[in-house]
């Protein structure tokens, strides 16, 4: 994400916004702002990133891509194996308060979970094992999807777990 600064700057200028506008729309001080626009802070809490993509008027993905390839385009997920993020050196993204990296990860266009509905960002950490209940990629029968869970469940092999999710708005 390193061009995140200039396109966060990029989109507050689009939006007609001064830095003490954006600041008050996400809950922070205009210093932010401008520590985020100059690169300063590389790293910004999810929060923070979907009080950004909705106080700019864009959607989250448009905010994290740079529109080069080398943002933080979200990997496609589907109902098939392989994994989106396996042999691809997909990028992760680290959230607030989660100790590991997670993965981006979008239904892909032809594809439907029930837990994660089209046009649904989520953030995915790769994981083998149960760690309490919540929605987890689960592998039954060399299918994927996403399920909740609350307990082991024997029969299924666990992928990771949704750290996180955002919705579509526009819905």
């Given at each position: 994400?390193?061009?995140?600064?200039?396109?966060?700057?990029?989109?507050?200028?689009?939006?007609q916004?001064?830095?003490?506008?954006?600041?008050?729309?996400v809950?922070?001080?205009?210093?932010?702002?401008?520590?985020?626009?100059?690169?300063?802070?590389k790293?910004?809490?999810?929060?923070?990133?979907?009080?950004l993509?909705?106080?700019?008027?864009?959607?989250?993905?448009?905010?994290?891509?740079?529109?080069a390839?080398?943002?933080?385009q979200?990997?496609?997920?589907?109902?098939h194996?392989?994994?989106?993020?396996?042999?691809?050196?997909?990028?992760?993204?680290?959230?607030?308060?989660?100790?590991?990296?997670a993965?981006?990860v979008?239904?892909?266009?032809d594809?439907?979970?029930?837990?994660?509905?089209?046009?649904?960002?989520?953030?995915?950490?790769?994981?083998?094992?149960?760690?309490?209940?919540?929605?987890?990629?689960?592998?039954?029968?060399?299918?994927?999807?996403?399920r909740?869970?609350?307990?082991?469940?024997?029969?299924?092999?666990l992928?990771?777990?949704?750290?996180?999710?955002?919705?579509?708005?526009d819905?």
């Open positions: 994400m390193e061009s995140l600064g200039p396109r966060i700057k990029q989109l507050r200028l689009q939006a916004l001064n830095k003490a506008a954006l600041a008050r729309l809950g922070v001080s205009d210093v932010t702002i401008s520590y985020w626009e100059s690169g300063a802070i790293q910004i809490g999810h929060e923070r990133l979907v009080a993509a909705e106080a700019l008027g864009c959607p989250l993905s448009h905010l994290l891509d740079d529109g390839g080398g943002g933080q979200p990997l496609r997920l589907s109902h194996l392989p994994l989106p993020w396996q042999g691809q050196g997909a990028p992760t993204l680290m959230l607030e308060g989660q100790k590991a990296p993965y981006l979008t239904p892909a266009s594809e439907s979970f029930e837990a994660l509905p089209p046009g649904a960002l989520a953030a995915i950490q790769p994981l083998s094992r149960y760690l309490g209940p919540g929605d987890y990629l689960v592998e039954e029968q060399g299918q994927l999807d996403v909740r869970l609350a307990g082991e469940s024997p029969g299924l092999e992928h990771g777990k949704l750290v996180t999710r955002w919705a579509r708005l819905d």
